[in-house]
């Protein structure tokens, strides 16, 4: 079991910035491969970013250039730096974790075993 806690969420204006939170606790050797999705009402729960163990990193081509994700192994906590927002942007955002994944499955929801409540970003224009 692995539990995850986001944190960080909040309403800003377009072009600014967030610093989203994951804490994990739990079986987080065995899960230790972190993604970040998001959601917006009425669409498809979509990848951001992930993490691999080893600190390999993925974006999704939306986001890449403005968010940034890391890792504190030591802490078991994960994170998302999100600047230069758009409105686009707004949605819930999730933390998930999985076991070691191929690249080719970092953005799939359906690879990802735990996820945590969530924490709404929201940026206006």
């Known amino acids: 079991q692995v539990q995850l806690v986001e944190s960080g969420g909040g309403s800003v204006q377009a072009g600014g910035s967030l610093r989203l939170s994951c804490a994990a606790s739990?079986?987080?050797?065995?899960?230790?491969?972190m993604g970040w999705f998001r959601q917006a009402p009425g669409r498809e729960r979509e990848g951001v970013a992930a993490?691999?163990?080893?600190?390999?990193?993925y974006y999704a081509d939306s986001v890449k250039g403005r968010f940034t994700i890391s890792r504190d192994s030591r802490k078991n906590a994960v994170y998302l730096e999100m600047t230069s927002l758009k409105p686009e942007d707004t949605a819930m955002y999730y933390c998930?974790?999985?076991?070691?994944?191929?690249?080719?499955?970092?953005?799939?929801?359906?690879?990802?075993?735990?996820w945590g409540r969530g924490t709404q970003a929201t940026v206006s224009s």
């Open positions: 998930a974790a999985a076991p070691p994944l191929y690249s080719s499955g970092w953005s799939l929801p359906s690879n990802y075993n735990y």
């Open positions: 739990g079986d987080t050797v065995s899960y230790s491969f």
């Open positions: 993490i691999s163990a080893s600190g390999r990193i």
